[in-house]
């Protein structure tokens, strides 16, 4: 079947029942999500779909025909991260890193959705994501510096009148 | 037809505020007192009053999410408005610091508050005053060692005319009782212990109880299953749409860990309930489960049978896993095989692994609503606990999706017929605010105070 990734069209073979996980690590080389506890209870394989979060380890193929899935990778690249990497990188949110690419999603569609979310959004928007290393306050930190970056982006191309 | 319920509804309320106001007179002030010294309440009274919090679910409509216990200001949804909960803390301005037992009392028993006003009855007093005097005063003796809280709940939003309080002195002359609670002679003691408690200061029925057109339970109907913010709340009589018949030791296990091997698990509203009732003494719920199990009432035999075929068929069929249908044609039958089976089709147990769904009261119930609800927004996991959990699949189902997968589900899991509405139960579901994760939240603040208490 054909899916759609961070604007790009892939065509897999793995069956319609295959959780996207396991089709995004194991076929398509994005390793950016990451298997924590196969069950959706941690969020290290929180991807967007649509601009939603999604636990991607419970998320059939099936359920995606059509849909537009966006992955950490879909954020930017490491010579030119988008602006939730940047902070991310900025406020050394990471300590071990597994639950980050899937906290940066989560963060991410929230963001695209209300740009002007407030700190009891951010944290209880997060609470699906576990972070066993401790690096809460650094993350909370790195949301709010993204919507910060993001706005301020935005501000600057609407002056340039540039078209995003 | 609606216009003319309505105008019907308006003539009987006029009615009874007429026949109120002759038969009730204007209900006097109980004079404020100074707040009552922490010594003046023994040690044995708090911890009664904090089990009897906890039965009562008193935080739940009491304490906001993320707010402080017992300060109130939570929005009631009923079909005549929202009614705002209001501060039960011992504030003195603002909660009921300055009431005195006898006007705490006149509440819980008359529905009146300390200055003489009408309370609405989003505050089940037809069912608490049935409790006695002791009882009564160990939860005020409870509620006014809590911490006071300033804060003022919000003004409530209710249509003309349930707005005009006088009218609920009409209202309770139709339907309130007053107590307390008097025994039943010819029943036992854990009967009428049970009865005190389910019927009083638990008010199961407050949800279990189908509600009339003024918002009162139909006595007539009890137990036989009601509404509440976007939940079912299930039949606790022979219209019971469990699959296997409650029997009290499972009901004693539901009550205490919140989910029950060949039933399944507590989740929206009741959540909250089997949370408090951590703090209630096994006997209370003993009691409660042998009251209750007389008003299930004995399934008959048929209906056994039925359960234990269905229990054997459900328990071998996981010992010996069929192999999954290579590719189902139906697109319900393909989401369950995708999205669900791994979980409610593995045979592990509750509470980690997802129940047969044969055995769950959901897709035997009268109405699509509380599947729907778990399947969009999942179980939370409540902190500190063991407890069920599930992820939620709203931003991933389609409506359409959705809809075929639940036609599915109660085609292969139940023996009732094709469920109706279910599209306008999804939108309201994806529309509705139903609290889900905040539960847990707000509980575990004031739940913290009565176990601390409870054990103290």
């Not at chain 2, 069912?127 to 409530?156: C, E, K, Q, W």
Request: hydrophobic letters at 40%.
């Amino acid at each position: 079947m054909k899916l759609s990734i961070n604007g790009r069209e892939y065509d897999v073979g793995a069956d319609a029942e295959t959780p996207l996980l396991y089709v995004l690590r194991d076929e398509l080389a994005l390793n950016g999500a990451k298997f924590g506890c196969g069950l959706g209870q941690c969020g290290a394989c929180t991807v967007m779909v649509d601009g939603e979060a999604v636990f991607s380890c419970v998320t059939p193929l099936l359920l995606l025909e059509g849909k537009k899935i966006t992955t950490v990778e879909g954020l930017g690249t490491v010579d030119n991260p988008g602006p939730m990497q940047s902070a991310f990188i900025e406020e050394q949110a990471a300590q071990c890193g597994y639950c980050i690419a899937g906290v940066m999603m989560r963060a991410q569609a929230l963001l695209q959705k209300n740009p002007d979310a407030s700190d009891a959004d951010i944290r209880s928007t997060l609470q699906p994501n576990l972070c066993r290393c401790g690096t809460h306050m650094r993350i909370l930190r790195a949301v709010r510096r993204a919507a910060d970056m993001m706005k301020s982006k935005q501000a600057a191309s609407a002056a340039d009148g540039s078209v995003r | 037809m609606a216009m003319l319920r309505i105008v019907a509804i308006v003539a009987v309320l006029c009615a009874a505020a007429v026949i109120g106001a002759i038969a009730l007179e204007w209900r006097s002030a109980i004079d404020p007192v100074t707040r009552p010294d922490l010594k003046s309440f023994t040690t044995a009274q708090i911890k009664l009053g904090a089990q009897l919090a906890a039965l009562g679910d008193c935080n739940t409509c009491h304490t906001a999410p993320g707010s402080r216990p017992f300060a109130g200001g939570v929005g009631v949804p009923t079909p005549f408005g929202t009614i705002y909960s209001t501060n039960i803390s011992p504030d003195e301005d603002t909660g009921i610091g300055r009431w005195s037992e006898t006007a705490f009392r006149r509440a819980l028993r008359e529905g009146v508050d300390r200055e003489g006003r009408q309370l609405y009855p989003a505050f089940p007093y037809e069912h608490f005053t049935l409790l006695s005097d002791d009882d009564i005063a160990a939860l005020y003796a409870f509620l006014m060692t809590r911490d006071g809280v300033r804060a003022t709940a919000p003004a409530n939003a209710l249509a003309f005319p349930f707005n005009i309080r006088p009218l609920v002195a009409g209202w309770k002359l139709m339907f309130l009782r007053e107590g307390p609670y008097q025994p039943i002679a010819s029943a036992n003691d854990d009967w009428n212990r049970g009865a005190y408690l389910v019927e009083g200061v638990a008010h199961c029925g407050a949800c279990h109880t189908p509600r009339n057109a003024l918002g009162a339970e139909m006595v007539e109907r009890k137990f036989a299953g009601g509404e509440v913010e976007g939940w079912t709340a299930y039949a606790l009589n022979d219209a019971s749409p469990a699959p296997v018949p409650w029997i009290s030791q499972a009901l004693l296990d539901y009550l205490r860990n919140g989910w029950q091997s060949d039933h399944g698990i507590a989740r929206g509203p009741m959540a909250p309930v089997i949370d408090n009732l951590a703090a209630a003494p096994d006997a209370d719920l003993q009691a409660m489960t042998y009251y209750m199990t007389g008003a299930f009432g004995e399934p008959s035999a048929e209906r056994r049978r039925a359960a234990e075929a269905l229990l054997i068929h459900v328990y071998r069929s996981e010992s010996e896993p069929q192999p999954a249908s290579a590719s189902p044609q139906d697109p319900g039958a393909r989401i369950y095989q995708a999205a669900c089976a791994s979980c409610h089709d593995n045979g592990r147990p509750l509470p980690y692994g997802g129940i047969n769904l044969a055995l769950s009261t959901g897709p035997s119930g009268p109405n699509a609503r509380n599947v729907i609800n778990v399947v969009l927004r999942g179980l939370p996991l409540a902190s500190g606990e063991r407890s069920p959990i599930m992820p939620g699949f709203a931003n991933v189902l389609s409506d359409e999706q959705l809809a075929q997968l639940l036609v599915y589900i109660r085609s292969r899991f139940s023996d009732k017929p094709v469920w109706s509405n279910i599209d306008s139960d999804i939108r309201a579901a994806r529309s509705a605010h139903v609290a889900i994760t905040s539960e847990h939240g707000t509980d575990a603040a004031g739940r913290a105070v009565s176990q601390h208490e409870a054990q103290r």
